[in-house]
């Protein structure tokens, strides 16, 4: 795989890995640590989800200022190590068990991964910008997009056993030194792409960062205090109260539009012939949006629907072996165990006194009655987090498919664009909302749990759509954008990953409040049939752009 490839692929692949193997283990057992109600914050779904889509938007929103500084002052080598030192730092302290200290931890991944994620895939795009390689940039992208699935495949099955045994401090904890084996990588691997790594500076026509500052990132910290705020100005019994769900979806908002206006001003600011390219970037990146606010709900409603819709109940060899490696644990059932709930918890009166139980399992609520345990008996079930795996493992199964197909294609010269294959991703996409819908019905509207083939169907057919889209938008931006702002609009990207995963988790939270799960599920079909039009409605003039500059 790396023979025809420049050397630096496999450091920049592995460092990639470990990164990813820290962040998935740590995503996938986020939500699931915030709703434990022993052990955890014991928040309800609608919290939950509102915190991790808070939470995943920041994330893939610093990458815009990581981007900048890293371009101009920084450089990606020291950015990439400083970023990566942060995040590890960041998945450790989420060990400690306090609410200050969670939010703390957060912040350092946050800010780690807006120094980290730009550029290392900017530094990717640089080391295929020489005449030999740059004809195999998208399929670089693919295979450091199978880095990144490798990482986040594996990590799953070590933050399981980590969990059960030991608890969460320790999955954490394991995040954390994922992380800092990525940064060593990394480091070993500069004499192969140390010629790339150099900043590019301030040219003339950049704002200069004192101007950033003042009129980006002050206004955006202002916007959301006011974004926060929004619904104390209104007023409770103003219908309007906030304005889009809640106080940090409205905060996360008012505080992207200085950012977004900051994107616009790129385009009416750049040389006449960068204005096209710049306007096909920022037009995808829109478009794209819809496709990260559907994708992204794997940590949240699909990970929901796999504890509590999906039957894990692990038997005979099947149990011996997830025993032995961890990867389920037992629990008890008793006719308390299907009583009715109020969410998570059982609500009982102490002298007078609404109070929450929280010591018994949900997982028997929707269980078929012919599959119930004996009273006081006990089941085995695999570890909820290990389903956050399935997309990771189809990635690796998938992308060596998809870039031999598309390799047979540029052969016979019929290639797909890249906005093409974009087109072709949200629309597959689409399609794996449908397999939901199915699930629903076969579930009998949760009222039964439903075999973990119809999530392992549906990730396999996002997958799909996902190698169409997501290391092609990586690639579109390293063959479009301007040397000198490379950096800045690979950060673009990220700035609509961000808003996306923010509108996830608003999208997530309002789980609860679909009594028919399917109607949730065709509405995320429905957004990304309605992003595939929009798509469909730009790819000729995206197409035509690409010619002019001759790439493809």
């Known amino acids: 795989m790396w023979k025809k490839h420049p050397k630096a692929l496999p450091f920049l692949f592995f460092s990639e890995m470990w990164e990813r193997f820290g962040y998935y283990l740590m995503i996938g057992i986020f939500t699931l640590y915030l709703k434990d109600v022993k052990d955890g914050f014991a928040m309800n779904e609608a919290e939950s989800a509102d915190l991790y889509g808070t939470f995943i938007a920041l994330v893939f929103l610093t990458p815009f ?30 060990g400690i068990h306090s609410l200050p200290m969670l939010y703390l931890a957060m912040t350092l991944v946050i800010l780690g ?48 056993a980590l969990q059960i045994m030991l608890g969460w401090k320790w999955a954490f904890i394991a995040a954390g030194i994922g992380m800092f084996i990525g940064v060593i990588t990394f480091i070993i691997g500069t004499k192969h792409f140390e ?105 949240s409603a699909l990970n929901t629907w796999a504890d509590r819709y999906t039957d894990r109940k692990v038997e005979g060899k099947t149990e011996v072996v997830c025993k032995a490696l961890v990867q389920s644990k037992s629990i008890l059932y008793s006719l308390d ?14 002298n007078g006194v609404v109070e929450k139980e929280v010591n018994y399992p949900i997982y028997f609520r929707n269980e078929s009655a012919k599959k119930l345990p ?3 008996g ?32 540029r052969r016979k010269g019929k290639e797909p664009s890249t906005p093409s294959k974009i087109a072709f991703g949200l629309f597959i996409s689409a399609l794996s909302a449908l397999v939901m819908v ?24 996002i997958t799909i759509g996902e190698l169409f889209l997501s290391p092609m938008g990586l690639s579109l931006v390293s063959k479009l954008s301007p040397p000198r702002i490379t950096a800045l609009m690979m950060g673009g990207w990220f700035l609509s990953t961000s808003i996306g995963n923010k509108l996830s988790g608003v999208l997530a939270s309002l789980w609860d409040k679909y009594e028919d799960k399917s109607n949730f599920f065709m509405l995320n079909c429905f957004l990304l049939l309605g992003a595939t039009l929009l798509m469909l409605s730009i790819l000729k003039w995206s197409n035509r752009i690409m010619s002019i500059k001759n790439i493809k």
């Open 65 to 94: 200022l990581g981007g900048l500084l890293a371009d101009r002052y920084f450089g990606y080598r020291k950015s990439i190590i400083f970023g990566g030192i942060l995040m590890g730092i960041g998945y450790c302290m989420m």
């Open 113 to 160: 991964n807006g120094f980290f994620k730009p550029n290392i895939s900017t530094l990717l795009g640089n080391v295929y910008s020489v005449p030999e390689h740059v004809h195999q940039k998208d399929e670089g992208y693919n295979i450091f997009y199978m880095g990144i699935n490798v990482g986040a495949f594996i990590c799953n099955f070590f933050g399981a």
């Open 195 to 299: 010629e790339f790594v150099h900043k590019k500076g301030v040219t003339e026509g950049d704002m200069p960062m004192w101007k950033i500052v003042a009129l980006i990132l002050v206004p955006s910290v202002i916007a959301g205090i006011l974004g926060y705020l929004m619904y104390g100005i209104t007023g409770p019994n103003n219908l309007g109260g906030n304005l889009f769900g809640s106080d940090s979806t409205d905060a996360f908002i008012f505080a992207c539009i200085p950012v977004i206006f900051f994107y616009a001003n790129l385009y009416y600011k750049a040389k006449k012939d960068e204005k096209g390219p710049i306007a096909v970037m920022l037009a995808i990146f829109a478009v794209v949006i819809l496709f990260w606010a559907v994708f992204k709900q794997n940590g």
């Open 337 to 350: 165990s299907v009583a009715k709930y109020d969410s998570y918890f059982r609500l009982v009166k102490t």
């Open 374 to 376: 004996k009273k006081e």
């Open 378 to 409: 006990t089941i085995s079930v695999w570890s909820t987090n290990l389903s956050q795996s399935i997309n990771p493992g189809w990635v690796i199964l998938l992308t060596p498919l998809v870039v031999a197909f598309f390799t047979w294609l």
């Open 438 to 461: 199915a699930a629903v019905k076969a579930g009998a509207n949760g009222a039964e749990k439903v075999s973990v083939w119809w999530l392992i169907s549906c990730y396999g057919v």
